[in-house]
């Protein structure tokens, strides 16, 4: 018999750098990331996504950061 898993709650939320210059900022957007974890309080995070897009600029970055809070089932 396979013991098949349930379900669960991943909360998530995205951002991204301002556009224009600067936009490209890997520390930046990392910084700006986890400013929002830590404003979130304790959670569980399950994952972290960085994503870039072409502009004019160079590669615009944006992260979605994916998460658990401690009464989420």
């Keep these: ?15 991204a750098n ?3 210059s ?3 900022s890997v520390p930046a957007l990392l910084r700006r990331l986890a400013d929002s ?3 979130l309080g304790p959670v569980e995070i399950q994952d972290v996504v960085i994503s870039s897009e072409m502009t ?7 992260g979605t950061v ?3 809070l401690p ?3």
């Excluded at 004019?56 to 944006?62: D, N, Q, V, Y």
């Design 1 to 15: 018999m396979i013991d098949t898993p349930g379900h669960w709650t991943v909360r998530h939320f995205s951002q």
């Design 18 to 20: 301002p556009a224009g």
């Design 22 to 24: 600067g936009c490209d």
């Design 37 to 39: 974890i830590d404003a």
């Design 56 to 62: 004019e600029h160079g590669p615009w970055r944006s």
């Design 66 to 68: 994916y998460y658990r």
């Design 71 to 73: 009464g989420d089932e």
